[in-house]
């Protein structure tokens, strides 16, 4: 049943309730096992992270858990990876759970959870007895019992996963969860007999993470109270109230206690406050209040132009040219903002295209560009003289910039590439033994949010990106179609390693 706790604490310390909560009915908890495990190997967790563990751990008389999805949502730095810290433990040592993995949108923020519980391990002898082995190369970080069991962290990417069959799957940064990855993670909790899902995050801004759909679902559901499986906490500012009056409300303190459960125990008062003249209200309230700018159900009739099943499954975070690089620089309309993408073939001689740097303005770009120049000698630097940084031509030439000013004809083909790079499926890529697509990318969110947001327009027989009709800046799109067609006519392949 969902509540709402509206009144403030009396005090100024961090409300140990959730404002939002939708938990079934349940009668015995394994939650008590779990806070007792991580209190053994030195976790000391607050009465909030205790109450989500008992609720979320609740079974039902044939011992199977009462929810099969945990949903989480508090802003960062209260506690949230504590929480997860205990119940991979338990699920590890305590409930047998074969297989657990971690994934996090980036490896970095996994790791950072993995170097935590092996330090808990290791400083519990008890623990770390039933230990038999931890990896920590990068990409295979894990921890193996003696008795079989794992858990495994890893980067969420479309192939993420597949192979895998988990009794428990962690969720993190869930505010960032394209379609396409949940279509690989959650198939493997099909074979298992008590699979439990953990979703946890800081809320969702639509304006900011594009992929923040997924939780918003789950949160409609908390909300609307009759999910017999989920179990739901959040600890938010009200967005009505906010909306109401935003400056008001994110001055008024007993507020910051509502969303913030570790208010005077791990987050200082002081610090709030200076936070919120760092940011101002609204940046305060998204980021401190967890005050959600939560998107609705997309439009169905809404079509993309590369569908982002397919574009994620383009996803390599360990992606990297070799031999022969090409630049495509590019900027908003308002020439606010400024890009340099760069493409080049990788060694199994896919395309591979990334964003190097995006920055406010274009003063900067010359003198970053000729530094690129003269440290890679690139193939090709690909500017349309046409689009809003053509005026910019004339500066990159005098830096020693060998510029390739492409034609209107020459970059409705530059598209062309781009849509073949990304959607073309051989005929084992149908099979499915190979992702789809000849291009790779390393899953930046300035690229996808463009993509998945760009417009076209028809021109000499063909088409090219309309960016005058686009509602996002989709200049990164416009760089890396740039950069891919100047690898694509200048490129060849000589086996040099190239990194920024």
């Known amino acids: 049943m969902t509540t709402l706790t509206t009144s403030p604490p009396s005090a100024l310390r961090g409300e ?7 938990v079934p009915p349940f009668g015995d908890s394994a939650g008590d096992d779990a806070i007792n495990l991580a209190a053994k190997a030195g976790l000391f ?5 205790q109450l989500v563990l008992r609720k979320s751990l609740g079974e039902r008389p044939d011992g199977k858990w009462v929810t099969s999805d945990v949903g989480l949502v508090v802003s960062r730095q209260n506690g949230k990876n504590a929480i997860l810290e205990a119940r991979e433990l338990a699920g590890l040592f305590l409930f047998n759970e074969r297989l657990i993995i971690h994934t996090a949108h980036e490896m970095k923020a996994a790791r950072v959870t993995f170097d935590r519980i092996v330090g808990l ?12 082995n931890v990896a920590y190369s990068k990409g295979d970080e894990g921890i193996e019992l003696h008795n079989g069991n794992k858990l495994r962290f890893m980067a969420r990417t479309g192939g993420s996963g597949r192979s895998f069959s988990a009794d428990t799957l962690i969720l993190d940064e869930a505010y960032n969860l394209p379609e396409h990855v949940m279509n690989a993670l959650t198939p493997t909790l099909a074979a298992r007999p008590n699979p439990q899902t953990w979703y946890t995050s800081s809320a969702v801004n639509q304006l900011e993470h594009p992929h923040g759909l997924t939780l918003a679902r789950m949160r409609r559901r908390a909300v ?33 206690a509502i969303s913030n459960p570790g208010l005077g125990i791990r987050i200082p008062e002081e610090f709030l406050a200076d936070q919120l003249r760092r940011l101002g209200p609204k940046g305060f309230a998204t980021e401190h209040m967890s005050v959600g700018d939560w998107p609705d159900e997309p439009d169905s009739e809404k079509t993309y132009v590369v569908d982002p099943a397919v574009w994620g499954e383009l996803v390599d975070r360990m992606s990297e040219p070799v031999g022969a690089v090409a630049f495509g620089v590019a ?8 890009c340099i993408v760069a493409a080049g073939r990788r060694d199994d001689g896919l395309f591979h295209v990334e964003v190097v740097e995006q920055r406010k303005g274009v003063a900067w770009l010359v003198d970053r560009m000729s530094e690129l120049n003269d440290r890679h000698s690139p193939c090709a630097v690909v500017v349309d003289p046409g689009g809003p940084l053509g005026s910019l031509i004339v ?7 060998n510029v390739e000013k492409i034609t209107a004809r020459e970059y409705a083909q530059a598209c062309g590439t781009f849509i073949v790079a990304a959607t073309e499926r051989t005929e084992e890529m149908v099979s499915g033994s190979v992702p789809a697509g000849g291009l790779r990318h390393q899953d930046d969110m300035r690229l996808t949010q463009a993509l998945e947001n760009a417009p076209t327009r028809p021109l000499m027989g063909a088409w090219v990106w309309d960016e005058k009709s686009a509602t996002v800046d989709i200049s990164t799109l416009v760089g890396c179609t740039l950069a891919l067609h100047g690898i694509s006519v200048f490129g060849d392949n000589d086996g040099t390693v190239t990194l920024w």
Do not use: C, H, M
């Open 224 to 256: 609307g109270g009759s999910d017999p499986r989920l179990a739901y906490f959040e600890w938010s500012g009200d967005e009505v109230e906010y909306a109401a009056d935003p400056k008001g409300y994110a001055l008024n303190r007993r507020s910051w």
């Open 331 to 338: 900027g908003a309309l308002d020439r606010s903002s400024a």
């Open 121 to 132: 391990i290791r400083d519990t002898p008890s623990l770390q007895k039933r230990v038999k």
């Open 16 to 22: 140990q309730q959730p404002r939002l909560s939708s």
């Open 45 to 49: 967790l607050d009465e909030w992270q």
């Open 395 to 401: 500066p990159l030439e005098q830096a020693g910039v």
